[in-house]
């Protein structure tokens, strides 16, 4: 049995944290509640040994309890990994907000059901695959905009995995406003990351694709005929949204490129992705060869590539470029040339690239190696001028010597993937064997704690498997040392089972400000879609959402809409063969409430909710023409559709919006065809 006297001492903390949050707390041990809202330390009690709660179980709930009514401080944008979709979850009280559809279908959002949100994801340069045919996408690295590197709150961009694309959602209303297909790569890894002052979002390829694009090539032609890019995608200030004929790309050779960041203050100007496979192996384990995993593992070190990206951006505006459909390609002769490319060896099997909050240190983990390795970015600079190369790539690209650049390098523990940083120095690397997360010190110039550089301070156990982690704005210059959320690939037994797939898992820890204390694992949140790979925490205070549209607004551009009308406007006119129906919703009818229209004729369709009220959203959906939509205070959704089935079909608000709401319907009436009945 557990002490009493602790109890009293845990109680006693909580009726002060109660205390400070203006809430009347007796705290006579016997007194067991009166019926009138205050609470008793004896109901606390009572209400812990029945529910078996231990004083460190009520200390938690405390740390990331947000009462109802009160808001969360930190937003978190997270992946949704393979649903194709990005998560919005409040922070500490891990509630999800909202899921936003970016490269998969969603009907709540009427998202690629009829309406033009189409023409959102048909932004296509990328003809060989054109995203159209394509209904999901691996939401990967969420990146938020940043202003002198710290997050703004106006965008935020997510990469397919998959499918080599990028998708933008703006952060007035988080919805999905751009896909873009990234010409010359076929599959992405290295990015998102944005640019400290949001002039460029990056992502780079992943496998080598065969260039021209579409065209086939065998994997005997892997060195000749397979290309990878670093992807510099420019930024409109003003929307958002992602300018290709301003954009550039950086070849770089066919190795497998994995994480990359951005540099930051002293690096800024500079991008680093990791790599592995330099080994070019293809596969073949069924033609003789070796399966990807033996080939790829043989070497010791693998290449970190340094980029400098104001170079680039130089060298293409002097049109050194070829142009691949669509976008100026640095080629990788031009690159070397330039002094754009550099190559640093890291140990095997490297994983991760994060780039501190002072710019100054890269740091590295290593699959299979116990150790992080932190680079130094001014010895980068150093071993460039003086030349310090051990040699040249196959493709000529110089190699800085491993102990020029070298900073420093930790034993974490088993399975080291990916660093985020505190504002005091610190690291904290998440060991995927070992499921933990482990903090050490980087070098002395930035660790304010009196402790030694290059040292382990402290390490926490998390369940199971962890792969990204991120801390609370953990990617700008200065993070905020409050929470870290450790992004989990497995659950084993921290759930009710629900079949063979487990949810994945996100872990609240408490990062105690980053100084002494010790890491302390405060909540569990499953994930009940894909796997949420990587997110991005922003203090919410700096979102500015939209609590309705200005009246008559077009969603998918932001502007005042051709097609808003006001109450009283609806109109239908036909024209030929296009019947157009200017509509407007309001609690709880839609006018007008019948369309008629002749099998065979296009059907365009404006729809205004006309209502200025905070949450007083409704839907459109036609029975059968497998159209929905949802439509926001102030918002206009357009449609277009051929009437090919004859019938009378219904259509109805799928948003509960009132007390009349299920009367809130009308019909599409088709006539057959040839027959004789006159539509309007
Ligand atoms: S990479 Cu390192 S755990 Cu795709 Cu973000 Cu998975
Ligand atoms: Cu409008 Cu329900």
Redesign the pocket.
Known sequence: MRPKGRFLAILAVMASLLLTLGVTVSCSDDDNGNGNGSAGSGDLDAIAQERGLSPDDMRHALQSFVPPGKFDDYVLLASGGHSGQMLVIGMPSMRILKVIGVFTPEPWQGYLYGSDWGEVANVDADQANPPTELSWGDT??PAISETNGEYDGRFVYIQD?ANGRVGFVDLRDFRTKQVLAIPNIQTS?GGMFVTPNSEYVHVSSKFPEVWPEGAYADLTEYKEKYHSVSTWLKIDQTTGKLNLAESFQVEIPPYTQ??ADAGKKVSDGWGFIGSFNTEMATGGNMEGGQSMEAGASKNNFDYLHAINWKKAEEVAKAGKVEEMNGIRVIRLQTAIEEGILYLIPEPKSP??IDVDPSGRYMVVGGKLDPHVTVYDFNKMQTAIENKDFEGNDVFGVPILKFDSVMSGQVEVGAGP??TQFDSKGHGYT?L?LESAVAKFTLGDDVVQTGETPYTLVDKVAVNYNI??LAITEGDTTTPDDKYLVA?N?WSIDRFLTVGPLHPQNFQLIDLKGGDGGKMELISDMPIGVGEP??VQIIKADKIKALDVYPAGTDSATMQKSEFAIEGGQEKTERNGNTVEVWMSAQRSHFTPDIIRVKQGDTVKLHITNVEQTKDATHGFGIADYNIQASLEPGEVSNFEFTADKSGAFNFYCTEFCSALHLEMAGWLLVEPAGSAMAAP
């Open positions: 990967h690295h995995r890894h994995d994480l994983h991760g993937l990916h998440s995927f792969g990204h992004l690939k790979h990587y």
